[in-house]
């Protein structure tokens, strides 16, 4: 299975965690076999119920080599290519040693990514949500590729409502 490691640094009252999935031909999940054409995936990172992510990165270790296309994309259960999309992982894109994240997008921002590429919306949910890095492989067989995707997020706990204060907007 994918190597799969957290870290944290605790603020009072808010947690910052960083976590990371790598996958490769051989250990990624979905409808292709090892080695094959189709589709490989993470399983995904899961991001924490009131969370805001800070950081989405996807890391190229070693290019998949389908024979037509590797395409990656990056998204949750709302929408699969939501942070990015159309990431070319066999040639221009993503080259061994690169990466892509929320401030160099390298103009494959989803469709969270709004206006004219100058904001991130569904940062902030209040429900835990699954953030996924798919490739497609078209053509022969894949027998490399390697990438690594990393989110960033801060999350407190939800606090209790204050019942019975008084409001004075300014």
Known sequence: ???????????????????????????????????????????????????IVLNVIVHCVALWDAGTSATGIVGDATDDDGYFTAIDMKATDLTAGQSIDFAKTGGKEGAYCVGT???????????????????????TACSTGESILTVEYAWSPPHKAITGGLFVAA
């Open 1 to 51: 299975m994918p190597v799969n490691s957290l870290s944290t640094m605790q603020l009072p009252g808010v947690y910052q965690e960083s976590r990371r999935i790598t996958f490769n031909t051989k250990n990624a999940a979905g409808s292709a076999a090892a080695g094959a054409a189709g589709v490989y995936s993470t399983n995904g990172i899961l991001v924490p119920k009131y969370a």
């Open 117 to 139: 590429a100058t904001h991130w919306t569904t940062r902030y949910t209040t429900t835990q949500r699954t953030i996924k890095l798919k490739v497609t492989c078209v053509g």
